[in-house]
T-cell receptor, first 113, second 112 residues
Framework: NAGVTQTPKFQVLKTGQSMTLQCAQDMNHEYMSWYRQDPGMGLRLIHY???????DQGEVPNGYNVSRSTTEDFPLRLLSAAPSQTSVYFC????????????FGQGTRLTVV | GEDVEQSLFLSVREGDSSVINCTYT??????LYWYKQEPGAGLQLLTY?????DMKQDQRLTVLLNKKDKHLSLRIADTQTGDSAIYFC????????????FGAGTRLAVHP
């Protein structure tokens, strides 16, 4: 049972480059989300999705795009990377009702130089 | 808006009890959670409490909820070195999606 899989684990980008962080889950969860984790600031919600074809902005969406064409996948795109996007990124998924336990991927450590 | 606050660091001796505190602002939260993050890993749900409860015990863990003061605490009895991690408090925020709002995390260091 893979759970939530994120790739890559590490990435270094130059300012202005674009890339896509991949996230896949095999639990048939409706809800998926992307967070970034910065020292002293905890996890901040970037974008989330409540089902295939439905996405919405979280707390810090600027500079990021998402799409949800399937239940399983929720990629996060950086169109033009900036040093302020240096962070650890976590993808999470959960069921749509009841105790809202979120299952997290292992994280992607991104450095923008 | 919604906000969750917790102290950033706690140091305890092995075998002592640890108490990690958290305050939150959204009184409509249905569930309140404690997540644990070990080095280099994602977050894992440790325990949760429903908002109409004031206490929940799960082996070495005790969660206390003071809804009037919007204060949540996690007590770890007989703290072990394996408990060293970052502990995040989270609330299930209001709104249709019930976003999870996390605190900044408390780093627990357990020393001999």
């Amino acid at each position: 049972n893979a759970g939530v899989t994120q790739t890559p684990k590490f990435q270094v980008l130059k300012t202005g480059q674009s890339m896509t962080l991949q996230c896949a889950q095999d639990m048939n969860h409706e809800y998926m989300s992307w967070y970034r984790q910065d020292p002293g600031m905890g996890l901040r919600l970037i974008h989330y999705s409540v089902g295939a074809g439905i996405t919405d902005q979280g707390e810090v969406p600027n500079g990021y795009n998402v799409s949800r064409s399937t239940t399983e996948d929720f990629p996060l795109r950086l169109l033009s990377a900036a040093p302020s996007q240096t962070s650890v990124y976590f993808c999470a998924s959960r069921r749509d009702r009841g105790v809202r336990e979120a299952f997290f991927g292992q994280g992607t450590r991104l450095t923008v130089v | 808006g919604e906000d969750v606050e917790q102290s950033l660091f706690l140091s305890v001796r092995e075998g002592d009890s640890s108490v990690i505190n958290c305050t939150y602002t959204d009184s409509s939260s249905t569930y309140l959670y404690w997540y644990k993050q070990e080095p280099g890993a994602g977050l894992q749900l440790l325990t949760y409490i429903f908002s109409n409860m004031d206490m929940k015990q799960d082996q070495r863990l005790t969660v206390l909820l003071n809804k009037k003061d919007k204060h949540l605490s996690l007590r770890i009895a007989d703290t072990q070195t394996g408990d060293s991690a970052i502990y995040f408090c989270a609330e299930g925020g209001s709104g249709g999606y019930n976003k999870l709002i996390f605190g900044a995390g408390t780093r627990l260091a357990v020393h001999p």
